[in-house]
T-cell receptor, first 112, second 117 residues
Framework: SQQGEEDPQALSIQEGENATMNCSYKTSINNLQWYRQNSGRGLVHLILIRSNEREKHSGRLRVTLDTSKKSSSLLITASRAADTASYFCATALSGGYQKVTFGTGTKLQVIP | DAGVIQSPRHEVTEMGQEVTLRCKPISGHNSLFWYRQTMMRGLELLIYFNNNVPIDDSGMPEDRFSAKMPNASFSTLKIQPSEPRDSAVYFC???????????????FGPGTRLLVL
């Protein structure tokens, strides 16, 4: 099964609200990445957090990582209609080459 | 930079026909990935090349699928013969190689939407 599982599967919020998405994984990781996919497009990298980091910020994005719980969260603050997309977590496993495994994704809809 | 280029963007074919998908990675990137995305199975890694050499093809579904990377600027994914269950969006992604090894961002192409009738 997928290494990463996002929760919720779908999320609908009003513009200006914050959106939180969670990702759980099963085995030890080297790093975890979040990607965004707009409808009909390829994935775009948002942020990477290493296994020895607990929190990272990039603009309106905040990512946390809890390796003891094998989980990560992505927070988008002050959401905009343009944030409407699917969001995927991707885990790079410890050891071996840089194979990343993508989760199932959270579909976010931001209503203007 | 133009980013990762994939062609064709859309492909409609009949069952049994050969399908060839093409990818041009970002110049200077040493790693190339082929993924397949469907509603049922999500995003699956099919094959990974590093410096034009296939490193992991464990995700290739069956012998009908084959991939090549004859040089650093071109890769193909071929399905022969194609079947309706191969209908999906196929993405190519590339990433640079850094000294850290396993922390490279993957840059995705726009994908090829394949429909096998």
């Amino acid at each position: 099964s997928q290494q990463g599982e996002e929760d919720p599967q779908a999320l609908s919020i009003q513009e200006g609200e914050n959106a939180t998405m969670n990702c759980s994984y099963k085995t030890s990781i080297n790093n975890l990445q979040w990607y965004r996919q707009n409808s009909g497009r390829g994935l775009v990298h948002l942020i990477l957090i290493r296994s020895n980091e607990r929190e990272k910020h990039s603009g309106r994005l905040r990512v946390t990582l809890d390796t003891s719980k094998k989980s990560s969260s992505l927070l988008i603050t002050a959401s905009r209609a343009a944030d409407t997309a699917s969001y995927f977590c991707a885990t790079a496993l410890s050891g071996g080459y840089q194979k990343v495994t993508f989760g199932t994704g959270t579909k976010l809809q931001v209503i203007p | 930079d133009a980013g990762v280029i994939q062609s064709p963007r859309h492909e409609v074919t009949e069952m049994g026909q050969e399908v060839t998908l093409r990818c041009k990675p970002i110049s200077g990137h040493n790693s190339l990935f082929w993924y397949r995305q469907t509603m049922m199975r999500g995003l699956e890694l099919l094959i990974y090349f590093n410096n034009n050499v296939p490193i992991d093809d464990s995700g290739m579904p069956e012998d009908r699928f084959s991939a090549k990377m004859p040089n650093a600027s071109f890769s193909t994914l071929k399905i022969q013969p194609s079947e309706p269950r191969d209908s999906a969006v196929y993405f190519c992604a590339s990433s640079p190689t850094s000294g850290r090894g396993r922390e490279e961002t993957q840059y995705f192409g726009p994908g090829t939407r394949l429909l096998v009738l």
